[in-house]
């Protein structure tokens, strides 16, 4: 039982799982703060567009 439970402890593998769902969710949310930031742009151009027609 020592001895599974020491091995658990060194095993390795999952963390880099983790690190990998921690880069993916920090791209994720970059993606969304730029898309919001640029559909406010967009939607602000397209209305003057509008209006000046």
């Known amino acids: 039982m020592k001895n599974l439970f020491a091995r658990f402890l060194k095993d390795e593998s999952g963390a880099t799982a983790i690190e990998y769902g921690l880069i993916a969710a920090g791209i994720s949310v970059a993606i969304i703060v730029t898309v919001q ?7 602000a151009t397209f209305t003057s567009v509008s209006n000046a027609l």
Do not use: E, M, P, V
């Open 37 to 43: 930031g640029l559909g406010t742009k967009l939607t």
